[in-house]
């Protein structure tokens, strides 16, 4: 008896699983379309296994923890010495390698401050101050610019073709998020 009545439990939890499963993934696509990068939103939210079971704020948390580790590896990597090694190495002046290590450092500071604003936003989402939590991830995808402007007023020096791969990078997940807490329908 006590077989049988396992057996069926385990039937029942199987057949509720695809109801569940369908329903997270209709919820990750529903979301997504409101976003303006869709694949990005996707692949982000579907490898974390904790989408599954989120709500849209839910997801808007799990795309924001995205974007803070985005940022904080482009502050690593713009922090490396091998970066800096690299760049030293070059057939550039002394001026210019001065000048590439002081942009590239205020990058990486840049980039520091972007994680702590989608930090703060994470605060704003919990404590459900969306306004907040918007304005913050807005000042979070701006960071990328005083970066790559720093570049531009130094036409001597070249604004490093992966930073500007990070960048980009970076500011689509900060679109996604937008398009998640513009969901949440505040």
Same mark, same amino acid.
């Given at each position: 008896?006590?077989?049988? &009545?396992?057996?069926?439990?385990?039937?029942?939890?199987?057949?509720?699983?695809?109801?569940?499963?369908?329903?997270?993934?209709? *919820?990750?696509?529903?979301?997504?379309?409101?976003?303006?990068? &869709?694949? *990005?939103?996707?692949?982000?939210?579907?490898?974390?296994?904790?989408?599954?079971?989120?709500?849209?704020?839910?997801?808007?948390?799990?795309?924001?923890?995205?974007?803070?580790? %985005?940022?904080?590896?482009?502050?690593?990597? *713009?922090?490396?010495?091998?970066?800096?090694?690299?760049?030293?190495?070059? %057939?550039?002046?002394?001026?210019?390698?001065?000048?590439?290590?002081?942009? *590239?450092?205020?990058?990486?500071?840049?980039?520091?401050?972007?994680?702590?604003?989608?930090?703060?936003?994470?605060?704003?989402?919990?404590?459900?101050?969306?306004?907040?939590? &918007?304005?913050?991830?807005?000042?979070?995808?701006?960071?990328?610019?005083?970066?790559? %402007?720093?570049?531009?007023? %130094?036409?001597?020096?070249?604004?490093?073709?992966?930073?500007?791969?990070?960048?980009?990078?970076?500011?689509?997940?900060?679109?996604?998020?937008?398009?998640?807490?513009?969901?949440?329908?505040?």
């Amino acid at each position: 008896m006590s077989s049988c &009545y396992f057996l069926l439990i385990l039937v029942f939890l199987i057949s509720i699983q695809p109801t569940i499963s369908s329903s997270s993934v209709d *919820l990750i696509q529903k979301t997504c379309k409101n976003t303006k990068y &869709y694949d *990005l939103c996707i692949s982000s939210l579907k490898s974390d296994s904790t989408s599954l079971k989120a709500d849209t704020k839910g997801l808007a948390t799990i795309m924001i923890k995205v974007g803070m580790v %985005n940022a904080t590896a482009t502050n690593s990597y *713009l922090s490396s010495k091998l970066l800096l090694n690299t760049i030293s190495n070059n %057939n550039t002046t002394n001026n210019d390698t001065i000048l590439m290590k002081k942009l *590239l450092k205020d990058c990486a500071e840049k980039y520091g401050f972007a994680a702590n604003a989608l930090q703060s936003s994470l605060q704003d989402l919990n404590d459900e101050v969306y306004d907040y939590a &918007y304005m913050h991830v807005m000042a979070a995808a701006d960071y990328p610019n005083v970066c790559h %402007n720093g570049f531009k007023r %130094n036409p001597g020096v070249v604004y490093p073709p992966q930073l500007a791969i990070r960048e980009d990078g970076f500011k689509h997940i900060c679109d996604v998020v937008l398009g998640i807490l513009d969901a949440l329908g505040w």
